[in-house]
């Protein structure tokens, strides 16, 4: 397996606009994970789906951020519109089940400017 | 929920030193505490977890222990080596699989 894949690799987007991110988990694995990471907040779990369900959105900064996970193998972070400090690195993570290892994709890093 | 809270911050150790982590949490709920490892600008990658029904996990020269009735838990690493650089989050997570994660431990083995 190729393990958990999320693209792009880096973004960089003007204030306003609209951002997706993708996110393609490990096949088998029932529970996705959407991460935040700054140097200031750590690492933030924002949203996670079992069996493409969202199940606590409460991490979730705001309104402007929202997440969809139409199939099994399938997952997007959207924030619309951007915003300077919405500037991070986004992992997404996926594991077999609630009790097993988090395997986390190679992240994004978004910049907003 | 959940509140993860992890020290020190940063630690600074000589090749061959052991390193000390530690971390405690809030809900007695918890059940899986996890440690992971995260090198500079790469993913966190799971090095070694621990159950509540179990006390103390090793694994060659890492080694974690839980203390459930002080809800804390610790990870050790014997012998350090330079490679062992890097920041470490442990995290707490109950049945319904979501984890809170301590804010790392930023390691650094001087050689």
């Known amino acids: 397996d190729a393990g958990v894949i999320q693209s792009p690799r880096h973004e960089v987007t003007e204030m306003g606009q609209e951002v997706t991110l993708r996110c393609k988990p490990i096949?088998?694995?029932?529970?996705l994970f959407w991460y935040r990471q700054t140097m200031m907040r750590g690492l933030e779990l924002l949203i996670y789906f079992n069996n493409n369900v969202p199940i606590d959105d409460s991490g979730m900064p705001e309104d402007r951020f929202s997440a969809k996970m139409p199939n099994a193998s399938f997952s997007t972070l959207k924030i619309q519109p951007s915003e300077p400090r919405d500037s991070a690195v986004y992992f997404c993570?996926?594991?077999?089940?609630?009790?097993?290892?988090?395997?986390f994709g190679p992240g994004t890093r978004l910049t907003v400017l | 929920g959940e509140n993860v809270e992890q020290h020190p911050s940063t630690l600074s150790v000589q090749e061959g030193d052991s390193a000390v982590i530690k971390c405690t949490y809030s809900?007695?709920?918890?059940?899986?505490f996890p440690w992971y490892k995260q090198e500079l600008g790469k993913r966190p990658q799971l090095i070694i977890d621990i159950r509540s029904n179990v006390g103390e996990k090793k694994d060659q020269r890492i080694a974690v222990t839980l203390n459930k009735t002080a809800k804390h838990f610790s990870l050790h690493i014997t012998e350090t080596q330079p490679e062992d650089s890097a920041v470490y989050f442990c995290?707490?997570?109950?049945?319904?699989?979501?984890?809170?994660f301590g804010d790392g431990t930023t390691l650094t083995v001087k050689p």
């Open positions: 809900d007695s709920a918890s059940n899986y």
């Open positions: 096949s088998g694995h029932d529970y």
């Open positions: 995290a707490a997570s109950m049945n319904a699989g979501k984890s809170t």
């Open positions: 993570a996926s594991s077999r089940t609630k009790y097993n290892e988090q395997f």
